[in-house]
């Protein structure tokens, strides 16, 4: 019986511990869990806060290359990125007065350092609080509070900064970029896209003026303005119509020759064109109408009396005496005056627009000869100081580039490439000795520049072959490891050229397919390619293939600007292009 008793008794003190072992056990078990609960809340907290930062600490720092208040533009954003990233469910916002910090960025080695309140600013701190300090107060916790810890305080940090930027600016130097210029584009004209384009106002006159509006014998009147929608070449007093064995109707030539010295008879035959599909006759007898040629005729009571021509109504080439040497340099077969004669007289881009122009003599035929038969630097090596377009605009807009990345002190670096038939480099990345320096090797991309004219080295376009120039000048000595690479590529984008720099014609599938092959070997490198269609013909479909993205894609339209003396639009849209690039510099965090 006691035995049983105290069998009992053991099985009562088992139960009683087990009940309490079950009920400290659950207790504890529920302390962990609160533990684990909480713990991963702070963790998932805290990864929030941080990535609300790291993003408002982004977006500030890309508004420190903008015009104007960078720096209060730059608070507004971190503010608004910040308040966009819910942190445990509740909002976070910034004390832009002690959470903001503007400095400057500095390489050191391969990584860069942050020195607060240094100019130029180029980065920022952000630092977002879910604390006492903040309008949301600190993080609340769970089953913390059971053991008497309602809240944690959470504090995260991030530093972004404008990364520095290794620029390579890829310029179109066909002969194309100076057909806005041309009477090609003074009306409606056919594309070389194919169908029509409308016309653009021409800046012909202008470009006469800047090479000191020069005059050749008769070639001194300029005539008519070039109005858009108003001018016909017909009426245009400025151009005189002698045609190819037709008797010419001008009074004013008449009154010229008469003028000049020349008898009645002389003066007669030289306005008949009876003769002229024999040899030079033609040649001879326009250049002698427009003075830059004098004629002995032989004629009793000419000019130079009897001597020197047998006295019949044809100007021979034995009769032709040179009044006026064409006025640049020699050594193509343009470069002479039969070859204007021939120009004007035969068919050309010109005459392609506008059929009225063949046979018209004067200055606007005799400069728009020079743009479009004449454009390289060997043949008339002072076209680079007229404002042809597109290629003015593309050269104002670098500049414009220049002077805001100057401005801001970006710590840029830019080189020059250029591609006509083949692919040159200009100008290096620059590499200043001293950071006070970089100003001026800046400086030094517009004015080599404005050295160049279109078709400054031949007609053609090798976009591929530019692209290429680049690749070699981002992967040189001179690129830094730190810095992003960048390219901006100005064309109207029609190329004509393959990878071995023979002519295929316009847009053959050799020359896109090698322009788009260097581009893509530019994006695996990893830069930004940025195109800028320019021109009143430009092919927007090659042009947005070639950019990184869609975004990077700008077209400068040639469309007439009324506040601009129907200039076309691009005129000023470039330089605008060109403020978005000079200041559209890549952001990066750096800690």
Known sequence: ?????????????????????????????????????????????????????????????????????????????????????????????????????????????????????????????????????????????????????????????ATAMLVPRDIAVVIDFSASMNDDSELRHYKQYPSENGGTRPGVQVNLKECWQALGSPTWGQLNNWGSELLLGSYNPTSDPGLWKVQKSSSCTETAVNSQLLSRGYSSAEASALMSGSGDSTGNRYRNRVKVILGVAEWQSGKSGGKYGTSGGNGDNYVDDSELTAKLNFPYPSGTSHNTWNSYVDYVAGTSQMTSTDSNFRYRFGLKTFVNYLLEKRPSYANTPVLYMTPAQPLQAVKDAVQEMISL?????????????????????????????????????????????????????????????????AFAELTSTRARTAAAKVVILLTDGKPNINSAGSYVGENAPEAVNWAAEQANALKNLGATVYVVGVGGDVNPELCASLASRPENYFFADSTPDPDNNNQPLYVTKLQEIFQTLGGKRPVRLIQ
């Open 1 to 157: 019986m006691l035995a049983r008793k105290h069998r009992d008794r053991n099985r009562l003190r088992r139960a009683t511990a087990m009940v309490q072992a079950v009920v400290f056990g659950s207790v504890v078990g529920v302390g962990i869990a609160a533990l684990s609960v909480d713990t991963g809340l702070m963790f998932a907290s805290k990864q929030e806060l941080q990535n609300a930062a790291d993003a408002a600490a982004l977006a500030a720092a890309s508004q420190l290359g903008a015009s104007g208040d960078p720096t209060s533009a730059a608070a507004q954003e971190a503010a608004l990125y910040a308040s966009q990233n819910a942190v445990a469910g509740l909002g976070v916002s910034v004390d832009v007065e002690t959470d903001l910090v503007f400095g400057h960025a500095v390489l050191n080695g391969e990584k860069y350092d942050f020195l607060p309140d240094e100019q130029p600013y180029d980065a920022v701190r952000v630092t977002l609080r879910r604390d006492q300090t903040a309008a949301d107060g600190p993080v609340s916790l769970l089953f913390a509070k059971m053991l008497g810890v309602e809240s944690a305080d959470l504090v995260a940090s």
């Open 405 to 469: 990345i100057v401005e801001l002190e970006t710590q840029d670096h830019v080189s020059l490439e250029a591609f006509a038939q083949y692919g040159t480099h200009l100008h290096n990345l620059t590499v200043p000795s001293s950071p006070s320096l970089l100003p001026l090797a800046l400086q030094e991309i517009p004015d080599t520049l404005n050295c160049y004219q279109a078709g400054h080295f031949t007609a053609y376009t090798n976009i591929g072959a530019g692209f290429e120039r």
